[in-house]
């Protein structure tokens, strides 16, 4: 196995104690999640952030400027569908809207195990419709989202094609299938996520869904013919490594735009742990460039 980056091994050592998903109850690993916020940077400031809703779902507005109608970022937080929150990804969602000059709408999807497949697709697909009743310029959206909610963002742009400007996805879930791939044999154990971690997370989510159903697996679509352009992060070291580079191919043979970046010796989550892990500050800084330059 390739040898993490010291930073990345530093956060693996720290998370090491932890008990495992499946010893503990959702509410327990929800919180757990919660209690890492300090490891997840400084909160940048920004000109406006409040709450409200888009297409009836609850979202946080992040405005780097409070006047004019703004492109739109719509951001869909990661967790494995199970926890996570705004509050989670918050540091994310300030320093895109602070990086690219765009508004960034985060999500706050319903979660599983209480409300499962396709809940959460179907609140962020309401949401990202609903942009123009936030002010701001529904000609100029993108979609963005990490692990879960890059797997989320990448059926959207599947479903909106024509509809948006950009797909940003950052080591998203494009693939049910738990340990399909020789990444999860390299990376599924000792890397931070590991391969119990997402049959646990895929078992509370998927309800009685069909694993291949495309809008639970993004790659077993079968046309992604005309989905928007597509930025995308996986980190060296994660067991979701080769379905995000089989989903790049795959979007690269429809005749979409990609740009792909690979962090060497990076895990899964890495961009959320800003507060400990450089690459996460580079990355966000890359990412919303790119998306600036796409919304422009």
Same mark, same amino acid.
């Given at each position: 196995?390739?040898?993490?980056?010291?930073?990345?091994?530093?956060?693996?050592?720290? #998370? &090491?104690?932890?008990?495992?998903?499946?010893?503990? #109850?959702?509410?327990?690993?929800?919180?757990? *999640?919660?209690?890492?916020?300090?490891?997840?940077? @400084?909160? #940048?400031?920004?000109?406006?952030?409040? @709450?409200? =809703?888009?297409?009836?779902?609850?979202?946080?507005?992040?405005?780097?400027? &409070?006047?004019?109608?703004?492109?739109?970022?719509?951001?869909?937080?990661?967790?494995?569908?199970?926890?996570?929150?705004?509050?989670?990804?918050?540091?994310?969602?300030?320093?895109?809207?602070?990086?690219?000059?765009?508004?960034?709408?985060?999500?706050?999807?319903?979660?599983?195990?209480?409300?499962?497949?396709?809940?959460?697709?179907?609140?962020?697909?309401?949401?990202?419709?609903?942009?123009?009743?936030?002010?701001?310029?529904?000609?100029?959206?993108?979609?963005?989202?990490?692990?879960? %909610?890059?797997?989320?963002?990448?059926?959207?742009?599947?479903?909106?094609? %024509?509809?948006?400007?950009? $797909? &940003?996805?950052?080591?998203?879930?494009?693939?049910?299938?738990?340990?399909?791939?020789?990444?999860?044999?390299?990376?599924?154990?000792? /890397?931070?996520? =590991?391969?119990?971690?997402?049959?646990?997370?895929?078992?509370? *989510?998927? %309800?009685?869904?069909?694993?291949?159903?495309?809008?639970?697996?993004?790659?077993?679509?079968?046309?992604?013919?005309?989905?928007?352009?597509?930025?995308?992060?996986?980190? @060296? /070291?994660?067991?979701?490594?080769?379905?995000?580079?089989?989903?790049? $191919?795959?979007?690269?043979?429809?005749?979409?735009?990609?740009?792909?970046?690979?962090?060497?010796?990076?895990?899964?989550?890495?961009?959320?742990?800003?507060?400990?892990?450089?690459?996460?500050?580079?990355?966000?800084?890359?990412?919303? $460039?790119?998306?600036?330059?796409?919304?422009?």
């Amino acid at each position: 196995m390739t040898r993490l980056h010291p930073q990345a091994q530093a956060f693996v050592d720290l #998370t &090491a104690e932890q008990p495992s998903l499946d010893e503990c #109850t959702v509410e327990e690993n929800r919180e757990g *999640y919660r209690a890492a916020i300090p490891l997840f940077g @400084e909160q #940048t400031p920004l000109a406006d952030v409040r @709450e409200t =809703t888009a297409g009836g779902v609850p979202v946080r507005v992040y405005r780097p400027d &409070a006047d004019g109608v703004l492109p739109a970022i719509v951001h869909l937080h990661g967790g494995g569908w199970v926890v996570g929150d705004l509050d989670t990804h918050d540091t994310i969602s300030r320093d895109l809207a602070a990086g690219s000059g765009c508004a960034v709408v985060a999500v706050d999807y319903r979660l599983a195990p209480e409300h499962p497949f396709p809940a959460a697709l179907e609140d962020s697909l309401a949401a990202v419709r609903a942009v123009g009743e936030l002010g701001l310029d529904p000609d100029r959206v993108a979609v963005f989202g990490e692990s879960a %909610g890059g797997g989320l963002a990448a059926v959207i742009a599947r479903e909106l094609r %024509g509809a948006l400007r950009h $797909q &940003a996805l950052v080591y998203p879930v494009c693939d049910a299938h738990v340990g399909a791939t020789e990444s999860y044999s390299r990376y599924g154990d000792g /890397c931070f996520l =590991t391969t119990a971690d997402m049959h646990w997370f895929v078992n509370h *989510y998927r %309800g009685g869904a069909d694993l291949a159903d495309p809008r639970l697996s993004a790659l077993a679509a079968e046309d992604l013919t005309g989905a928007a352009p597509a930025t995308i992060v996986l980190p @060296e /070291c994660d067991p979701l490594r080769d379905e995000g580079f089989a989903y790049a $191919q795959r979007l690269r043979e429809a005749g979409v735009e990609v740009e792909l970046r690979e962090y060497p010796g990076q895990i899964h989550g890495f961009m959320q742990v800003a507060g400990m892990i450089d690459d996460a500050r580079e990355a966000r800084e890359w990412l919303a $460039q790119r998306l600036r330059a796409a919304l422009s």
